[in-house]
Nanobody
Framework: QVQLVESGGGLVQAGGSLRLSCAASGRTFSSYAMGWFRQAPGNEREFVAVIGWTGGSTYYADSVKGRFTISRDNAKNTVYLQMNSLKPEDTAVYYC???????????????WGQGTQVTVSS
């Protein structure tokens, strides 16, 4: 079992930055690929970024490529999402998720956090 708790969300002006953190419990954290997803009101949950077990593989949605960076610290059981040059369209609840394979599909992830709200004002 892995439990995930996100933090770091908040209100920021367009062009600003936030860093989200996702703390995981359980000794098997390093064996999971970790992803970030987001969901805006009225929209489906969408893929943002994913990182492999060792951190050597990362993939991003086109909408965030070049602005967001995913990283992980297995010693701290934590995955991060550094978000720069934020836009109003980045406003959403952001979720971290753990899965056995590196992929973009939410249905392939076994564990989910409760989400953290990110609001970007124009």
């Amino acid at each position: 079992q892995v439990q995930l708790v996100e933090s770091g969300g908040g209100l920021v002006q367009a062009g600003g930055s936030l860093r989200l953190s996702c703390a995981a419990s359980g000794r098997t954290f390093s064996s999971y690929a970790m992803g970030w997803f987001r969901q805006a009101p009225g929209n489906e949950r969408e893929f943002v970024a994913v990182i492999g077990w060792t951190g050597g593989s990362t993939y991003y949605a086109d909408s965030v490529k070049g602005r967001f960076t995913i990283s992980r610290d297995n010693a701290k059981n934590t995955v991060y999402l550094q978000m720069n040059s934020l836009k109003p369209e980045d406003t959403a609840v952001y979720y971290c998720a753990g899965g056995r394979i590196v992929n973009r599909l939410s249905r392939n992830y076994d564990y989910w956090g409760q989400g953290t709200q990110v609001t970007v004002s124009s």
